[in-house]
């Protein structure tokens, strides 16, 4: 549990050196963040619903989530909410949410990957 929180802060300082490096482009870092607090609220919602006896959310949804940027808050939720952190199965699934993303930033990292990112970036009209 405590181990995901940290990698998650680490990550997040990685991003954040990225960034200053010139790497990536300031709006990742946005969408990490917003992504990553809406999984938490997500989480939350679920761990009250859960509670209460009322309608879950979903895994796969969580797992969506982690898997779009959003492990960070994940990470955050079942740490400090203590939520899907012992059941063994949504574990594995999270760390292979959390390793195709990095997977996937890595690859953003390439020069055919930073030019995809510079493409999508003024497409949005984000600037790099």
Not at 59 to 73: A, K, M, N, Q, V
Not at 90 to 115: M, Q, S
Request: glycine share 8%.
């Amino acid at each position: 549990m405590i181990t995901a929180l940290i990698l998650g802060i680490l990550f997040m300082c990685f991003l954040i050196g990225l960034i200053l490096y010139k790497k990536l482009p300031s709006f990742l870092m946005i969408y990490y963040l917003a992504v990553s607090a809406l999984t938490f609220v997500i989480y939350a919602t679920d761990k009250s619903a859960a509670r209460a006896g009322e309608w879950r959310t979903g895994e796969r949804t969580l797992h969506i989530f982690s898997l779009i940027g959003g492990w960070p808050g994940a990470a955050i939720a079942q740490s400090f909410l203590r939520h899907k952190s012992k059941k063994v199965k949504f574990r594995a699934v999270y760390w292979v949410t959390v390793i195709v993303n990095c997977g996937i930033l890595v690859l953003l990292l390439t020069p055919e990957g930073a030019d995809q990112l510079e493409a999508i970036a003024k497409s949005i009209n984000l600037g790099f």
